[in-house]
């Protein structure tokens, strides 16, 4: 009886004080299931950057997982979390490592970024800082994902990366530099005014002849035709016209987008697209 009585009395005071409580807030940090943040200062750029990773939830130590490379980290990596995990209720994403890389944004609220330092090709007469793509290129397949790979277990023969914008430009980049690094790219409205010509003349059959992975292209309708619907349908139309299997890429038009509106749409797109058995 006296034990019965202990228990009434402790459910009861259980009971009293979350009713007590009942209406008020009570502030917790947000950090999604199975993520982790890694730093990394590369001597080279004279930079700390921000890696957001998030593990497959069954993450196993004995497997070896594909890999999504984000650029744009800070404002990409919730962003990919979310839509990965809601493609794979599908199963249209098997498990993988989504790696966004960035400046720190996401953690401690600044606005300040080096996008244009880092992904810009040329250097532009309007910003001293601008045209380091290749020496970003050289840190991020020599130095960071090289770092990751050796402490994560991610299947190098199996990533994919995803830019938009400035980072889209840099995506590119990338395919300019080599086809055997990355197998997949998902090139959202790339901006590539200033480095047209060079692109252009970079894609040739030569260039693809080993290539066996997947690009998946895309621009918003309500973006300017100038900066990016003709531009991007010229680079869709070269690779489409050198590249081996013609299956292996796909441009889209977003429907009713703009510039800002179009990521989630064309990641969305992309992974569905790169994930898609043939």
């Keep these: 009886m006296k034990t019965t009585l202990k228990t009434i009395g402790i459910c009861f005071i259980t009971y009293f004080f979350s009713f007590a409580q009942a209406g008020k807030l009570d502030s917790v940090n947000l950090v999604p299931n199975y993520s982790v943040v890694e730093k990394y200062f590369s001597e080279d750029i004279k930079d700390t950057f921000y890696v957001y990773l998030k593990l497959p939830k069954n993450y196993k130590p004995n497997e070896k997982y594909p890999v999504l490379y984000l650029l744009d980290g800070d404002i990409a990596y919730t962003m990919a979390y979310s839509i990965v995990r809601y493609l794979q209720y599908n199963n249209e994403v098997p498990d993988i490592i989504i790696a966004a890389i960035g400046y720190g944004n996401l953690i401690n609220g600044s606005a300040e970024n080096m996008r244009l330092r880092d992904y810009s090709i040329s250097k532009l007469n309007y910003d001293d800082i601008s045209g380091g793509a290749d020496k970003f290129y050289d840190f991020l397949t020599g130095e960071i994902i090289p770092a990751l790979e050796s402490k994560y277990k991610i299947d ?86 050198n590249i081996l299997n013609k299956m292996n890429i796909e441009l889209c038009e977003i429907d009713k987008a703009t510039h800002f509106s179009a990521p989630p749409i064309s990641m969305t797109k992309g992974l569905q697209f790169i994930y898609k058995k043939n």
């Design 156 to 241: 190098d023969g199996n990533r994919s990366i995803y830019g938009h914008s400035l980072s889209g430009l840099f995506s590119i980049y990338c395919l300019m530099k080599g086809t055997n690094f990355f197998s997949y790219y998902i090139v959202s409205s790339p901006y590539t005014t200033d480095d047209l010509d060079n692109i252009l003349s970079t894609f040739s059959k030569k260039h693809f002849e080993n290539f066996d992975g997947k690009i998946f292209i895309s621009f918003a309708s309500e973006e300017d035709s100038v900066l990016y619907h003709e531009p991007i349908t010229k680079i869709y139309n070269t690779i489409g016209n």
